[in-house]
């Protein structure tokens, strides 16, 4: 087991938590998000870590830039890239929802939904039997029913906070969210002996 291994970390919400988990198997990582370097070696773990946006993260893993990385399950169903996705981490947890004004109805013709996850949003009023227009947008979503753009958001609900204080309200829950261990399918066949040590590990943590 002499080999290195890059690790994609999701910069921001998901650091924390991954982090946490990440030093319970023995690789303490929990300081480098106070620096403002994106790849940081570990010769004592022989670990080159990544940090990479969350959107990121799967690309650097199915690229192979990365052996392996944790990304929030919402990524990969918008993505549906090339990678394992080998262990859930149950950490992060939040959903994604259908949310709007009260008491307003979806529009009869082409109702429009602002979403950053456009692929989920899509497919999810497909099954619904809707036909709808969806309006990219990077963030702060929920301006968009209240200035009357959209009828509807699909995004990420924690608290309920966010919904609460711009006066909106959840239609419809369409998936639980929680972060995921993800690698490359490549690096699984090269690199097994390490990667399977790390997910058993990883796994005893998630079951305690
Ligand atoms: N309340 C939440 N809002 C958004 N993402 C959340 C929340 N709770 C957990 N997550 C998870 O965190 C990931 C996003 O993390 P973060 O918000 O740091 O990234 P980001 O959206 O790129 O950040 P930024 O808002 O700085 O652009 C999601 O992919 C999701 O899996
Ligand atoms: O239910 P809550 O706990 O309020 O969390 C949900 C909010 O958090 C996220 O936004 P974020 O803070 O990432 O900002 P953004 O709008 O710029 O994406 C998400 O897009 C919601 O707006």
Known sequence: MNEWLTIAMPKGRIFEEAAELLKKIGYDFTNVEDSRKLILEFPEYKVRLMLAKPMDVVTYVEYGAADCGIAGKDVLLEQDRDVYEVLDLHISPCYLAVAGLPDKPLSKIAPKIATK???????????????????????????????????????????????????????????????RFIVNPVSYRIKSQRLDAIIEDLSKQVAI
């Open 117 to 179: 996850y456009p692929r989920v949003a899509s497919e999810y009023f497909r099954e619904q039997g809707e036909q709808i227009e969806i309006i990219p947008l990077n963030g702060s979503i929920e301006l968009a029913p209240l200035i009357g753009l959209t009828d509807r958001i699909v995004d990420i609900v924690s608290s309920g906070r966010t919904l609460k204080e711009n006066g909106l309200v959840e239609y419809e829950k369409i998936t639980d969210i929680t972060s």
